[in-house]
């Protein structure tokens, strides 16, 4: 059965405190992972597609990395800005779906 | 448009009614999914479009729920006989098809509660 988690659930951050954000998979065919963001009230907001083990993508202050098994999103510096839940979801090839993990929410604080 | 576009955006309805959530894809996309997002919870698949073959429908979570897409553009997601349990965020995206290779983009979703 195809799964995905992500850790931790939550995570908190003073402004500049640097870290990672876990998504662990296990999806059959898979063919690609995508990350989103997602503001309260919102829809999930598209930031990167990773579509092989080692491949890494940046933007601004994110920067996605993708393993067999893993994939992190990293936030260097974050500001109160980034503060929002993040989602990953890992597309099978398979089923044509996204399968999406709980999200972790994430706040800076100022 | 320049989005995946939905309405209503918020709904309130009583429960045993029938509600209609209405989602229009970006122009050119040929795979339109719905998903459902409860308080709490990770998104749940509902149902897939993809241009003119059979939906996958195996998402869906009771018969009381339907979909169909017109013309290979606009879809529409019908809830009959609403219960308190169906109160959550119907979100709708397109993809230029279902190749891995597309990115899939999200509307701002349709809140329902159901009273």
């Known amino acids: 059965e195809d799964q995905v988690t992500q850790s931790p659930e939550a995570l908190r951050l003073q402004e500049g405190e640097s870290s990672s954000l876990n998504c662990s998979y296990t999806v059959s065919g898979l063919r690609g992972l995508f990350w989103y963001r997602q503001d309260p009230g919102k829809g999930p907001e598209f930031l990167f597609t990773l579509y092989s083990a080692g491949e890494e993508k940046e933007k601004e202050r994110l920067k996605a990395t993708l393993t067999k098994k893993e994939s992190f999103l990293h936030i260097t510096a974050p500001k109160p800005e980034d503060s929002a839940t993040y989602l990953c979801?890992?597309?099978?090839?398979?089923?044509?779906?996204?399968?999406f993990g709980q999200g972790t929410t994430l706040q800076v604080k100022p | 448009g320049a989005g995946v576009s939905q309405s209503p955006s918020n709904k309130v309805t009583e429960k045993g009614k029938d509600v209609e959530l209405r989602c229009d894809p970006i122009s050119g996309h040929t795979a339109l999914y719905w998903y459902r997002q409860s308080l709490g919870q990770g998104l749940e698949f509902l149902i897939y479009?993809?241009?003119?073959?059979?939906?996958?429908k195996s998402g869906l979570p009771s018969d009381r729920f339907s979909a169909e897409r017109t013309g290979g553009s606009v879809s529409t997601l019908t809830i009959q006989r609403t219960q308190q349990e169906d109160s959550a965020v119907y979100l709708c995206?397109?993809?230029?098809?279902?190749?891995?290779?597309?990115?899939?983009?999200f509307g701002e979703g349709s809140w329902l509660t159901v009273v």
């Open positions: 979801a890992p597309f099978s090839g398979n089923t044509g779906k996204l399968i």
């Open positions: 479009f993809q241009g003119n073959s059979a939906p996958d």
């Open positions: 995206a397109s993809s230029r098809d279902r190749a891995a290779g597309n990115t899939i983009y």
